[in-house]
C-alpha cells in the first residue's frame, strides 16, 4: 500500500529553534518525494522535492530509504515558517499522495 | 497568469441537491488534480484527469461523484445528491505535461462544499 504518515499533527517550537518535522512513507518502488507548504491564507505550494537535492528557505530533507523517511529540518526556525506542512509521495501513474500534514507554529 | 482558478469558492448546499465545482488549469497545463480535505484531515486524492480522459479515479467514491475534463472548458467535479459527509474542502491542482513524474503540482484555492 502507497502510504505517507505524519505523525506531529502539531509542532511547536520557539524562533531560533532547531525543527524536524517528520514524514514515513509506504511505497514498493522507488519513491519521489516532496514537501508542499500552506502558509496561512495562501494556496498549498511546493517547499522542495528530494530528487532536486536543493535547500529552500533553510529547510532541507534527506530521504533515508532504509527508515522509509523523509524528514524535513531547519536549524534555526523563523516566525514566517508557521504554516501547515505536507509530505507527498508521487506513485509512477503520476498520482501525488499527501500525508495528514503537521502544523508548525514558531512562537517569538 | 493567474495559477489555477477555482470557482465558486463557496457553495452551499442542501442534502440531496448537486454540488458543481470548476477548476481552470494554468495556462498550458493539460493534468489535473483533484483532492479532498475532510475536518481535520489531510489532503485525499480522488481523480487525476488528463483533456477528454479518466487517468485514474481510484480515489472517487463509486457512487454519486463524476468529473471530467473536456477539450474546451475548465474541469468540473460533479456530486450528486449530496450529503452531509461530503462537506468538505476541494481543491484542484494542475501540472505541464512535459514535467511528467516528478511534475510540481500547482494547487488552486479550493472550494468550501457545505451540505445543510
Known amino acids: 500500500a502507497q502510504r505517507v504518515t505524519q505523525p506531529e499533527k502539531l509542532l511547536s517550537v520557539f524562533k531560533g529553534a532547531p525543527v524536524e518535522l517528520k514524514c514515513n512513507y509506504s511505497y514498493s518502488g522507488s519513491p519521489e518525494l516532496f514537501w508542499y507548504v500552506q502558509y496561512s491564507r495562501q494556496r498549498l505550494q511546493l517547499l522542495l522535492r528530494?530528487?532536486s537535492r536543493e535547500s529552500i528557505k533553510g529547510f532541507t530533507a534527506d530521504l533515508n530509504k532504509g527508515e522509509t523517511s523523509f524528514h524535513l529540518k531547519k536549524p534555526f526556525a523563523q516566525e514566517e515558517d508557521s504554516a501547515m506542512y505536507y509530505c507527498?509521495?508521487?506513485?509512477?501513474?503520476?498520482?501525488?499522495?499527501f500525508g495528514q500534514g503537521t502544523e508548525l507554529s514558531v512562537k517569538p | 497568469n493567474a495559477g489555477v482558478m477555482q470557482n465558486p469558492r463557496h457553495l452551499v448546499r442542501r442534502r440531496g441537491q448537486e454540488a458543481r465545482l470548476r477548476c481552470s488549469p494554468m495556462?498550458?497545463?493539460?493534468?489535473v488534480y483533484w483532492y479532498r480535505q475532510l475536518p481535520e484531515e489531510g489532503l485525499k486524492f480522488m481523480v487525476y484527469?488528463?483533456?477528454?480522459?479518466?487517468?485514474?479515479e481510484s480515489g472517487m467514491p463509486k457512487e454519486r461523484f463524476s468529473a471530467e475534463f473536456p477539450k474546451e472548458g475548465p474541469s468540473i467535479l460533479r456530486i450528486q445528491q449530496v450529503v452531509r459527509g461530503d462537506s468538505a474542502a476541494y481543491f484542484c491542482a494542475s501540472s505541464s505535461p512535459g514535467q511528467g513524474f516528478f511534475g510540481e503540482l500547482f494547487f488552486g484555492e479550493g472550494s468550501r462544499l457545505t451540505v445543510l
Open positions: 507527498a509521495l508521487a506513485n509512477q501513474g503520476g498520482k501525488l499522495i
Open positions: 484527469l488528463q483533456k477528454e480522459n479518466i487517468i485514474d
Open positions: 495556462k498550458g497545463h493539460s493534468h
Open positions: 528530494h530528487i
